[in-house]
Structures are given as C-alpha cells and as structure tokens.
T-cell receptor, first 112, second 109 residues
C-alpha cells in the first residue's frame, strides 16, 4: 500500500518557469490538500479538495492552481515560479473532512 | 482568522528529562491534532483530541485539550533519542485547519 506519493522529490526552477507537482493516493480518500513548509512557520495550507471536481483555497493560495479530476490525483501547478515559492511542499489526504491526515514524502523546490 | 501559536520553538534536553510543548489558538477549536516530523521526513499523525478537557496517553506521551478548547499540550516523560523531531499541533475551526510553527526537540544521549 503506497499511501500518498509525491513526485518529484527535488526540483530546481528558474524564475518564471512553470511546473506541476504531482500527488497521488491509493487509499480512496475524498479529502486532499497541499501545504508548504517554511522554516519557523509550520505548515501552511495552499489549496484543498473535498472530492473530485471540488477545490478550494487555503491560507496561501496565490501563485498556485489545483484541479481534482479523479479521486486519486491532486496536482499542484506553479504557473510562473518566483523565489518566494522556494519551500518544501507536502501533499496530504484524509478519509473525511479535516481528520487524520496522511502526508506524502514531500517535494523540495528551489526557485532561482 | 484563526491563529495557532506553539511554544517553545526549540527545546534541547538530556536523555531522561521530560519535555512539554504548548499550543494556543486565538479561537475555539473543533478538535486538535498532533503530528511528529523526524528530520528530513514528513509529518506523521500522533493523536486527535476532540472533547473539552480531554486527556490521552500513548506510552510516555500525554496529550491534553483545554477546557475552553483553545489550548493543548504534549508532554513526554523521560525522553529518549528516538523522540527527536519536530512536534506540530494543528487546530481545526470549521473547514480551516492551521498548524502551529512546531517545537523542535533535540535529545542529548
């Protein structure tokens, strides 16, 4: 059972480039979310989804887009990367609402 | 909006000493969760508290939820080197979940 899988594990971008961070879960969880983790600031919610076709903004959504076409996948898109988006990104899923969240291993992103 | 504050930011203890981290919310929470993140790893769920005044124990770890459901604490008795990591609280108010900044625990053997 893979749980929550994130790819890639590491990525370096130049300012202005675009990319998609992939997240997939095989637990049939309805709720999925994206967080960014910066030193001294804990985890901040970027976007979340309560089911296929439904997404909503979290605490820090600017500069990021998401879509949820299937229950399993919840990609995070950076349309024009900025140095302020250098961070560690975690995807998480849970079986209902905002209950126990299972996190992926994370993507470490650097924007130069 | 909801703010979740966690103290201390860092704690260094000698193995065998106790450790406590505190979490305070600016608003009343539906529940509070605690996660542990090992260095270089991802957050792993430890426990969820829902009821006012609730106390739960997991071996050497004791979790409390305040009577007003605005604060919580995690206490570790007789720390071990395996306890090293960052402990996060996460508070839920409706659909809004906010994480504290975490307490990084280091343990000297």
């Amino acid at each position: 059972n893979a749980g929550v899988t994130q790819t890639p594990k590491f990525q370096v971008l130049k300012t202005g480039q675009s990319m998609t961070l992939q997240c997939a879960q095989d637990m049939n969880h309805e709720y999925m979310s994206w967080y960014r983790q910066d030193p001294g600031m804990g985890l901040r919610l970027i976007h979340y989804s309560v089911g296929a076709g439904i997404t909503d903004q979290g605490e820090v959504p600017n500069g990021y887009n998401v879509s949820r076409s299937t229950t399993e996948d919840f990609p995070l898109r950076l349309l024009s990367a900025a140095p302020s988006q250098t961070s560690v990104y975690f995807c998480a899923s849970s079986s209902g609402g905002l209950d126990i969240q299972y996190f992926g291993a994370g993507t470490r992103l650097s924007v130069l | 909006g909801q703010q979740v504050m966690q103290i201390p930011q860092y704690q260094h203890v000698q193995e065998g000493e106790d450790f406590t981290t505190y979490c305070n919310s600016s608003t009343t929470l539906s529940n509070i969760q605690w996660y542990k993140q090992r260095p270089g790893g991802h957050p792993v769920f430890l426990i969820q508290l829902v009821k006012s005044g609730e106390v739960k124990k997991q071996k050497r770890l004791t979790f409390q939820f305040g009577e007003a459901k605005k604060n919580s604490s995690l206490h570790i008795t007789a720390t071990q080197t395996t306890d090293v990591g960052t402990y996060f609280c996460a508070g839920r108010e409706g659909n809004d979940m906010r994480f504290g900044a975490g307490t990084r625990l280091t343990v000297k053997p």
